[in-house]
Structures are given as C-alpha cells and as structure tokens.
C-alpha cells in the first residue's frame, strides 16, 4: 500500500496518463480528479466511474490520507491548529485561522526543516523530508473536511508558512500551487496564496519567473548582516542587501506587493536605531513590513520585546512612511507557533 503512487500527487495531465496506460479514456482524469479534490478518500464513493475501472486504481494507486493526532482549538475558536500523522510516521502541523473575508490555512512544506533559525522550534531536529504536492494538498483536503464537520467554511487563502522552508522543496510546492489553484479542483487564487521564505536567494528569481504571482513574504528579522547572521543561518550564505534584491526582482516581476516579516526578539534586533536601519535598506521599495512579537518557544533563549519597544520600533517605521503592521496574534493559547505544537505532543508521548 504505502509504495502505490499516490493519486492525489497528480496533476491532470498526469492522471490522463494514467487512464491512457490502462487502456481507459483519458477524459475519465477529470472525474477523478474532481472528486480527489473534493476530499473524496474512497473510490467507492466515486459514483461516475464504473466498477472495473475502480478496482483498477484500487489495485495499482493509493489516495494519500493524513492521520488526525490533535485538534487544539483556541478560546475564540477561529484558530485551530492540527496535528497530522503521515503514512511514513512522520508529524506534520498546520493551522487554520478564521478572518473577516474567510478561512486561511498555514500549512507545511516539510518534515521538519534544515534552515536552523534561532527562534524556531521546526528546526530542532533538523530536515526530515520533504513533503509531497499530494501531502500539502492533503492537509487541506483534511481541514476542510473537518471545518465542514464544524459548520465552517472552507480554505480560501493558503499560507505556505508552516514547517519547512517552502523554497528548499521547489518543484513539489510549486506543483502543490498549481493543483491548488486548478479551477477543477479547489480552485483557489494565486492572490489568496502567500509563500514566506527565510531568504534562498536563487530560488526567490527562479519563482519570480515561474508566472504563478502568488504573494511573497520574506523573513527578514534583521536590519543588517551582523544581526542577522546572529539569529538566521541562512544569512551567511545570501546577504541582506542581495535578499531586498531579489525581493524587489519579484515585486518587478510579478507586481505582487512583498512583505518583510520582521519578528522583534527582546535586545537583539528591536532598538530604535534598528528600526532606522530598516527603514534606510527598504527606502524607495513599496513593500509592507509585518511586525511580529516573538512567540516564544520553551526551550529556546529568545524572548518577546516589551509592549513599549513594539510599539516604538512600529512608530520609527510610519514616520518614515514604511506601511507597517503588526501581526495579529491568533492561537497564542494553543502553541501557535510553527513547530511548537508538535514538540509539545511528542514531549508528551515521552513521557
Ligand atoms: S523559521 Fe521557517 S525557515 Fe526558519 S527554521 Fe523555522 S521553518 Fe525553517
């Protein structure tokens, strides 16, 4: 079972290929691929596909499905943050958070992740693997069948901002977007869709060329290399002046606005001259800057700025006319942090 291709890691044209190779006909791909996308599990239930043609993708393909360990719902309940178990049992998390204009999933790229920022609990274990288009689209397959159970709406906007560097595993998130984005499937927007990376510089021109004009979040936390390299090892293979390069490349490229996530860590990176130094390197670039108060992870020494100094840093930027905002904290009750749910589950399991 485990080693059968995996349906749902497909896009059309290879479902076709499928049919064409069992003698069947090609325009049998869409009725599959309608119902995979719709979080159908069974084939059983595929009620337009005969029973011949079921038994033979029972026997040669799987339908990818994601084992459901945790549901943490917060206070206000427009935060739900899932723990999944996957066939190779590996933990993944995603979150989904509920806004004014719909429903928003921040999901995972990968098993873990080998970028190594200070303040990240992803990245204590290192890379894992890296998860497959079928696996990203599981995740929202699963959350949606699960919303639905609660009388909610579906995935409308996607984050790639979970574990894992989206960018270190290219070719199977841009796959994941494309299936996505599929009008025969969920049919979501490239503008409801946000990719965030700590900074691959090459991969950030490949995906400016790559024509999907989703939106672009890039990690920035630092105003210069020194602090930089401090917090995100990432900064000592691409410099900081090199990221807002290929930052700017791909706002010229695509016209999609970049945001800069800028986390202030108490002492380190959150002083007023910082915030100057910031606004100097963004000068003249017409992106946003998301201010985001440290989540702080237990086991890791960085702690969150005070309110005074957020609140400073936030007012150096708008009087330099930099559009800033400051991220809304959601499920701050239920780790909401990537990779903080999963290390508390499995310190849990060891007891
Ligand atoms: S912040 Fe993102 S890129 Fe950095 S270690 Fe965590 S998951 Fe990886």
Same mark, same amino acid.
């Given at each position: 079972m485990a080693n059968k291709p995996d349906?749902?890691?497909?896009?059309l044209e290879e479902l076709e290929q499928v049919f064409v190779s069992m003698n069947e006909?090609?325009?049998?791909a869409k009725q599959l691929f309608k119902w995979l996308h719709k979080g159908?599990?069974? @084939?059983?239930?595929? #009620?337009?596909?005969p029973q011949a043609l079921k038994e033979k993708l029972k026997s040669g393909y799987k339908i990818g499905r994601l084992i459901l360990l945790q549901r943490l719902a917060s206070s206000d309940k427009r935060t739900v943050k899932y723990l999944y178990l996957l066939t190779d049992n590996n933990i993944i998390e995603c979150v989904s958070m509920q806004y004014e204009y719909g429903m928003t999933l921040c999901l995972s790229?990968?098993?873990?992740?080998?970028?190594?920022?200070? @303040?990240?609990?992803? #990245?204590?274990?290192?890379?894992?693997r890296n998860l497959t288009a079928g696996e990203m689209l599981a995740q929202v397959l699963a959350v949606n069948s699960d919303l639905s159970e609660h009388n909610k709406p579906n995935i409308n906007g996607l984050v790639l901002?979970?574990?894992?560097?989206?960018l270190d595993n290219y070719d199977n998130v841009v796959k994941f977007i494309k299936l996505v984005h599929d009008p025969l499937g969920l049919n979501i927007g490239y503008r409801n869709i946000t990719l965030s990376t700590c900074g691959l510089v090459p991969k950030m021109y490949t995906l400016a060329d790559e024509g999907l004009n989703i939106n672009l979040a890039v990690s920035?936390?630092?105003?210069n290399d020194n602090i930089r390299r401090d917090i995100m090892k990432i900064a000592h293979a691409f410099g900081i002046e090199d990221v807002i390069k290929a930052a700017r490349y791909y706002f010229d490229k695509t016209g999609r606005r970049v945001t800069f996530e800028y986390a202030l860590i108490s002492g380190i990176n959150d002083r007023p001259e910082h915030a100057k130094e910031l606004c100097r390197l963004l000068s003249g670039f017409p992106c946003h800057v998301n201010v985001i108060p440290l989540n702080e992870v237990?086991?890791?020494s960085r702690k969150r700025s005070s309110e005074d100094s957020i609140k400073a840093f936030i007012d150096i930027l708008q009087s330099k006319g930099i559009n800033v905002t400051r991220r809304r904290e959601m499920g701050l009750d239920i780790n909401?942090?990537?990779?903080q749910l999963k290390a508390a589950y499995l310190e849990k399991e060891r007891g």
């Open positions: 349906l749902l890691d497909m896009t006909k090609p325009y049998r159908t599990a069974d @084939f059983e239930q595929m #009620t337009d596909l790229t990968q098993v873990g992740c080998r970028m190594g920022c200070s @303040f990240c609990a992803s #990245t204590t274990g290192g890379l894992a901002m979970g574990c894992g560097e989206p920035l936390h630092a105003p237990k086991h890791l909401g942090a990537c990779g």
